[in-house]
């Protein structure tokens, strides 16, 4: 649910590390799961970390965390997952039928309410996947509907969508009564049921249409909460549904997001109980586990559907990264052990390729020799590629979280194995520097991390590397990846179609679009004024188990 796509805003990383150490540390991540007590009572207000979205809070064109998670909860979907396992469930959907892995009948749930007092009907998932698909839309996660026949004849002829697409409907849908609609998919798509949990799908009211800019400022959705205002740079705030008749409720009246600029702020907030749950621990408090003694048993630490990487401009905005014998080097010259030891204290796990994990189909060491640290081999790559031609190296980071002590500890690991300047470089907040970046302006490499949308190892490869895909940031390209993926996709076993996923991503090794560095765990803290917090599988606060004491 967090992924195309929502890229992630903090990381917790020790500020008492300046300079790397030239030793390995330990790798593994704290496994260790915990909850916020058990249950509490019904109603009342709670706080939760909130951060700038990039973006007004339209479903389809919300691709990161800060707007993502208020998405997630005012919409409903056909599919919700699992809190804890990630596992999809229907929910709006009565059930999917599908016969070939190409055709699909989806029946909704009677009586199923838009916030504005509508009922959810088949067309309100038809027009809003027509709407995300067609290219004029300017949709960023318009990409999701590209396995739905007719997708191609709805994207625009040219950069500025200056000629007119050829449709603006997707053929592959199609309503049959107020409660059925069917979908038919180009190619056939094995697990296009488990994506339809992601936000992108998520229904639209009719009243949507005629204002979508308006919309964006005060969303409707069909989720258990629902939207009442957004003060900028300040805070979101929800309220219970009355007439939501789903089964994910929760127990609280009201949740606001409180937007920080400052996890050390949002934590020490905590702390003196003005904020209720904090999903990010800043690099302070990292260090000797000291948010444990800060917050004795108010504290979690889980690992989740998360990965962190560095990745590359596109060639025409920074050519100096362009030769990917210079990326594996730069991959090999960044020390993750110790990294993940003395600046994370051990809540990462040095990375060996692009998939988390935590979901089925996962492959460890895809990435090979270039995932692993060795000096010698970094600068015998680089000297192979006839050295670095753009001067020093820099890497990007918003600053409005808590970063920059592992960008720089990552460019004097860069600086000390290759010979050459890297510094880390922050840009003023997370809108701003996901605007470079998908705006393709972000010259040299940048910060970047990807929460899973939905359980799958596709998820953590199709929307990143897939020719012109939605999040494929640094425009990477080939064929023979992308074909892959389209076997992968047709395979109707699941143990086959992983097998193809994982030849697909160890093709990135080659390319090395991105270095994978660490996979994430997720630390949690709260006031003594709630109980029930839970971490979901993708690191988000599970506002259905929050409550109050």
Request: aromatic share 10%; with cysteine.
């Amino acid at each position: 649910m967090r992924g195309p796509f929502r890229p992630i805003v903090w990381v917790g990383g020790a500020t008492s590390v300046a300079l790397l150490a030239a030793a390995c540390g330990g790798d593994g991540g704290n496994d260790n799961t915990a909850t916020g007590g058990g249950a509490g009572r019904s109603g009342g207000t709670a706080t939760v970390l909130g951060c700038n979205p990039q973006n007004s809070l339209i479903p389809s064109n919300t691709t990161e965390t800060c707007g993502g998670n208020v998405l997630d909860a005012i919409t409903a979907k056909l599919v919700h997952y699992d809190s804890k396992t990630a596992k999809p469930e229907n929910d709006i959907a009565e059930k999917i039928d599908m016969t070939d892995n190409q055709n699909f009948t989806v029946t909704l749930k009677k009586g199923y309410k838009f916030h504005d007092g509508t009922e959810v009907k088949a067309k309100n998932f038809v027009d809003a996947w027509n709407y995300a698909a067609y290219g004029p839309s300017a949709q960023s996660s318009g990409y999701f509907m590209e396995p739905i026949e007719g997708f191609a004849d709805m994207q625009c002829a040219d950069e500025k969508c200056g000629t007119k697409p050829k449709a603006d409907k997707l053929t592959g849908l199609a309503v049959k009564d107020d409660y059925t609609f069917t979908i038919k998919t180009t190619e056939k798509v094995s697990n296009l049921p488990v994506r339809l949990g992601y936000s992108a799908f998520s229904p639209l009211p009719d009243s949507f249409f005629s204002d979508p800019k308006a919309f964006g400022e005060k969303p409707i959705g069909a989720g258990p909460f629902k939207f009442d205002s957004w003060t900028k740079n300040s805070e979101i705030k929800l309220s219970k549904f009355a007439d939501y008749s789903g089964k994910f409720g929760g127990k609280l009246d009201a949740i606001t997001f409180k937007i920080y600029q400052d996890a050390s702020a949002a934590y020490n907030d905590v702390i003196a109980g003005q904020l209720d749950v904090v999903n990010q621990i800043p690099s302070s408090a990292l260090v000797d586990d000291k948010y444990k003694q800060d917050l004795p048993d108010r504290n979690l630490s889980q690992a989740v559907g998360v990965i962190q990487s560095i990745t590359f401009p596109p060639t025409k905005t920074d050519p100096s990264y362009a030769d990917p014998k210079v990326r594996q080097a730069i991959s090999m010259a960044i020390d993750r052990p110790t990294i993940a030891k003395q600046i994370f204290n051990n809540t990462r796990e040095p990375a060996t390729g692009w998939v988390s994990p935590v979901v089925d189909g996962y492959k460890a060491n895809q990435c090979g020799e270039f995932c692993t640290y060795d000096k010698a081999k970094a600068k015998a790559k680089l000297d192979e590629a006839g050295g670095f031609k753009g001067g020093k190296m820099t890497l990007s980071y918003n600053a409005d979280a808590d970063h920059k002590p592992w960008t720089e500890a990552t460019c004097n690991s860069i600086k000390g194995a290759l010979g050459v300047e890297c510094v880390a470089t922050p840009v003023v907040d997370f809108a701003t520097f996901r605007s470079k970046i998908t705006s393709f302006q972000m010259k040299g490499m940048y910060r970047s991390g990807w929460q899973m949308d939905y359980p799958s190892i596709e998820n953590f490869l199709a929307p990143l590397y897939r020719t012109k895909a939605s999040s494929n940031t640094g425009l990477y390209s080939n064929a023979e990846f992308d074909k892959l993926l389209d076997e992968a996709a047709a395979e109707t076993d699941a143990a086959a179609a992983n097998a193809k996923y994982q030849q697909a991503e160890a093709l990135l090794a080659d390319g090395m679009p991105s270095i994978p560095t660490w996979y994430s765990t997720v630390q949690f803290g709260w006031s003594d004024k709630v109980t029930g917090v839970q971490s979901t599988a993708f690191g988000t606060i599970d506002l259905a188990s929050l409550s109050l004491k």
